[in-house]
């Protein structure tokens, strides 16, 4: 356990639907990422929050929404996705500013786009 | 953006023998690298860390060798043991005002009992 939970692990959906993945860190960390895993690709950052506000967005498609209601949660929210889009997403959180600022990933979200 | 590259994708070792898993950087401001493993189905798991005013940190049977004139750091396990199975990655990050890891494609390593 490395104290940064997702949830939930497994999901298939439609490309009409929408659906939610959820992360949740108990390190007292103050930044939050998610990351896309494809096979046989190096990890694509997706995003990042840095004391709940938005600092980085990767040029990633608006069909992925993100929300950070707290330095503790962190959603990215799905809709009307493609089966490109199938992969594994990956959480991740860090103490921002500290000099070894350490990223803790959770266990996935392994997403299937039917 | 950096490049990290893993020289071999793929290792086989006898279990008991040592590993060494090598990664190569593009960033020479890289001031601070992180090692992962990542078993299947898992995130990836945090290894051990080295700082760049250091060229050399050991850990629980890992040992991390930094040599910043090639831009060069390796991982060494020692006796290997079939639970070292997994994917390992090396992550540099971009420098000292910089939170972004960069990942490569990482190193499959299969320990043959």
């Known amino acids: 356990e490395t104290g940064v939970t997702q949830t939930p692990r497994h999901l298939v959906m439609g490309m009409t639907n929408k659906k939610s993945l959820k992360c949740e860190q108990h390190?007292?960390?103050?930044?939050m990422y998610w990351y896309k895993q494809s096979a046989k690709k190096p990890l694509e950052l997706m995003f990042v929050?840095?004391?709940?506000?938005?600092?980085e967005n990767n040029s990633v498609p608006s069909r992925f929404s993100p929300e950070c209601p707290n330095s503790s949660h962190l959603f990215l929210h799905l809709h009307t996705l493609q089966p490109e889009d199938s992969a594994l997403y990956l959480c991740?959180?860090?103490?921002?500013?500290?000099?070894?600022?350490?990223?803790?990933f959770g266990p996935g979200t392994r997403l299937t786009v039917l | 953006g950096e490049s990290v590259g893993l020289h071999l994708p793929t290792l086989s070792v006898q279990e008991g023998d040592n590993s060494i898993i090598n990664c190569a950087y593009s960033?020479?401001?890289?001031?601070?690298f992180i090692w992962y493993k990542q078993e299947s189905g898992k995130g990836p798991q945090f290894i051990i860390d080295?700082?760049?005013?250091?060229d050399k940190r050991q850990g629980q049977r890992v040992t991390v060798l930094l040599n910043k004139t090639v831009k060069h750091l390796s991982l060494q396990i020692a006796a290997t043991q079939p639970g070292d199975s997994a994917v390992y990655f090396c992550a540099p990050r971009g420098g000292s005002n910089d939170y972004k890891l960069s990942f490569g494609a990482g190193t499959t390593v299969t320990v043959r009992a």
């Open positions: 960033n020479s401001a890289s001031d601070y």
């Open positions: 929050y840095s004391l709940e506000e938005r600092v």
């Open positions: 390190l007292g960390h103050n930044a």
């Open positions: 991740a959180s860090s103490q921002a500013g500290a000099s070894t600022d350490t990223q803790y």
């Open positions: 080295i700082r760049s005013n250091m």
